[in-house]
């Protein structure tokens, strides 16, 4: 696959995503004005005018308006609600009506949407009446507390509510407002956020992990420590508190120092978007890479993906096991050694332990319990040691040898569950040896039998011929065939006898300095005539320098002679053969590598073997034991021999140190 393109597509992966959430983000903060108003079509002056709050003020507004000494500032600005006071006495009035009579105010009455009226007898008791209902107990109650020694009998006091009551900016309006914000649009901003995040939160979840980890926006976030995710979440909390504060002083106390504030919340305008839009989109990416992050936890676990995530608790595993490590070295007891150092300082920490809870008042019993539960935890994994190596001893005495056992956790029994392992093991190493052994015995005599019966049964057959026949010239020719088997099997016990010595290192080696370069030249002078007469061509690649080895001569001409003597035999017929010597690194080294004219369909390892043949049915001359020979004879001088298969080539390798 392009690289480039691969990256190229994340990339865009990443700026789809934040477009996504930003569409999502938009539809979910422009909803709240049509919801809002699709929800609520009534007037809300009206409900707001049936609540105690409207009612207290309205108390608090008729003493600030009876008593000029009143302390009621926030009634200075009042323009929502318009009064006319009547001195009933005197038939002297007071109002804020313009050019209003008292002729004219049952015409200003039908013009409003709302009219209060509030009439005082001769002791001061008032009567409300008008086109709405208050709660005229919170009105009188609150009027009752707020007079002072003011005389409010014999006055008419006319309250007028006209169209556009929202419009003004007062103590009345703004707690009308907050009335609604807090009883009704709420509830609206509540269903959109519980909408919202559950849509998101399903659709993060809905998206395959396969995708997301791919997505670079992903992988940074799910990179950052816990730590930096809390701190922007705080920070993040701490200004939308501190904005909160700010904007919002006095909310819940039914006034507002922010007026532009809460007419965004009651009305949506520029204002309500240009602060719901960020703030949104950032709860929203937090939420969806929230989402994203926990899939990463699930994916690659408690440990990887949320420990490992953490500098914190990065350090406070690594503390934990550094002192674990540290107190398991104070109880550690190796039974294979003297231990009685390791119980006696384990015991004076026991006592030094015991002394401090004893001492401790109060935290002592923190502790006790603590300690208590160390020790059930220490004692528990102890006899489930025990009761794991007793139950391996079982099955071992049972003659099942298929059994392991967690050394490092075996705490005081890890000599015991490596010695079990190493029973196992060296038991099935040695099953293995025996049956090799076995095969080997078997293979042996099947091969024995069969390379010593072809020649003898010749020699036999010849014999019974010479016998019976009278012409010279065949008698003759009878009696080369006999010599030549005889000779043949005559090699045959030779190469059986001198196996089995190399084999059992019972072979006498005169070692001395010769020049290893020099005996291969002279071995393959030697077979000069064989290579001219076969169709390989060789190509030798000797160093010019002489190579001084400590060696055995006749047995390393042995070893070379056996391995050319393979060549030529299961070479195939007109393809090179390579001889290359390397000196390098106290080592020298000969490679030879040939193309094979039968498949090599078997293990490399097999071709060391006695009586292996590259001619699986036998029919080349051959015992089959000339590598077998040649690779114990190379060890028995430390070298080694290699041999290793790609296809049809044969590779063999032979390094002594010099």
């Known amino acids: 696959m392009d690289t480039s393109s691969n990256n190229k597509h994340i990339k865009h992966a990443s700026v789809f995503t934040i477009l996504v959430l930003i569409l999502f983000t938009l539809i979910a903060v422009g909803s709240y004005g049509p919801i809002k108003e699709k929800s609520y079509t009534g007037d809300d002056y009206k409900s707001y005018m049936r609540t105690n709050a409207f009612a207290n003020y309205l108390a608090q507004y008729t003493r600030y308006l009876m008593d000029e000494e009143t302390r009621f500032a926030d009634f200075n600005n009042v323009k929502s609600i318009k009064y006319h006071i009547l001195d009933m006495e005197n038939g002297t009035f007071t109002s804020n009506i313009p050019d209003v009579t008292q002729q004219s105010l049952q015409g200003e009455k039908g013009k409003s949407v709302q009219h209060i009226v509030v009439t005082f007898d001769e002791v001061g008791n008032p009567n409300v009446q008008g086109s709405t209902e208050i709660n005229t107990s919170t009105f009188y109650f609150n009027l009752e507390r707020s007079s002072d020694e003011s005389d409010l009998s ?67 976030y799910n990179s950052i420590f816990i730590e930096f995710k809390l701190l922007f979440f705080l920070f993040f909390a701490g200004v939308l508190f501190f904005l909160a504060v700010i904007y919002g002083d006095g909310f819940l106390f039914g006034y507002s120092n922010h007026q532009d504030v809460l007419d965004a919340l009651y009305k949506p305008n520029y204002t309500f978007y240009l602060i719901g839009i960020p703030v949104t989109f950032i709860i929203v990416l937090q939420t969806y890479l929230g989402i994203v992050y926990l899939k990463y936890v699930s ?141 080997m015995k078997t293979d042996l005599i099947t091969n024995v039998s069969h390379d010593l019966k072809t020649p003898l049964t010749s020699i036999i057959t010849y014999v019974d011929l010479l016998k019976k026949e009278t012409s010279e010239e065949l008698r003759l020719e009878y009696i080369d065939v006999i010599d030549k088997k005889s000779n043949r099997l005559k090699t045959l016990i030779e190469d059986l006898f001198e196996a089995s010595r190399a084999s059992s290192g019972n072979i006498e080696l005169n070692f001395e300095q010769i020049d290893a370069v020099a005996l291969l030249r002279q071995t393959m002078g030697e077979f000069e005539d064989k290579i001219n007469e076969s169709n390989l061509q060789f190509k030798i690649s000797l160093p010019e320098d002489k190579v001084h080895c400590n060696l055995d001569g006749k047995k390393t001409y042995r070893v070379f002679e056996n391995i050319l003597s393979n060549i030529l035999k299961y070479s195939l017929d007109n393809s090179r053969v390579y001889v290359d010597v390397e000196d390098s690194n106290g080592m020298v080294s000969f490679t030879f590598k040939n ?30 034991l000339g590598l077998a020979i040649a690779k114990d004879l190379v060890e028995l001088q430390k070298g080694s021999l290699s041999i290793s298969i790609d296809g049809d080539l044969f590779k063999l390798i032979i390094s002594f140190p010099k």
């Open 299 to 439: 994916q690659l676990g408690i440990y990887k993906g949320f420990i490992l995530n953490s500098l914190f608790l990065k350090v406070m595993v690594k503390a934990y096991n550094k002192l674990r490590g540290f107190v398991n070295n104070i109880f550690a007891l190796d039974i294979t050694n003297d231990y009685h150092k390791t119980l006696l300082r384990a015991l004076i920490i026991n006592v030094v332990i015991l002394w401090v809870i004893s001492f401790s008042g109060f935290i002592g019993y923190i502790l006790a319990i603590v300690y208590t539960v160390y020790l059930f935890n220490y004692l528990t994994k102890f006899f489930d040691n025990l009761k794991e190596i007793h139950l391996a001893s079982e099955e071992i005495a049972r003659g099942n040898f298929e059994i392991t056992l967690n050394e490092k956790e075996a705490g005081l029994f890890e000599p015991i569950s490596k010695n079990l392992n190493n029973i196992k093991e060296g038991f099935q190493v040695a099953v293995n040896e025996e049956l090799k052994s076995e095969k």
């Open 154 to 220: 014999h006055h008419k006091i006319t309250y007028l509510i006209y169209p556009g009551f929202e419009d003004f900016n007062d103590v009345f309006t703004t707690e009308m407002k907050l009335h609604n914000i807090f009883t009704y649009h709420w509830k609206i901003l509540l269903g959109i956020t519980l909408v919202s995040i559950s849509l998101l939160i399903i659709a993060a979840i809905a998206v395959p992990y396969s995708y997301q980890r791919k997505v670079s926006l992903h992988r940074i």
């Open 595 to 624: 193309i094979s004219s039968y498949e090599m369909n078997f293990d490399p390892g097999e071709m060391t073997e006695r009586f292996n043949r590259g001619d699986k049915s036998r029919n080349t001359e051959g015992s089959g």
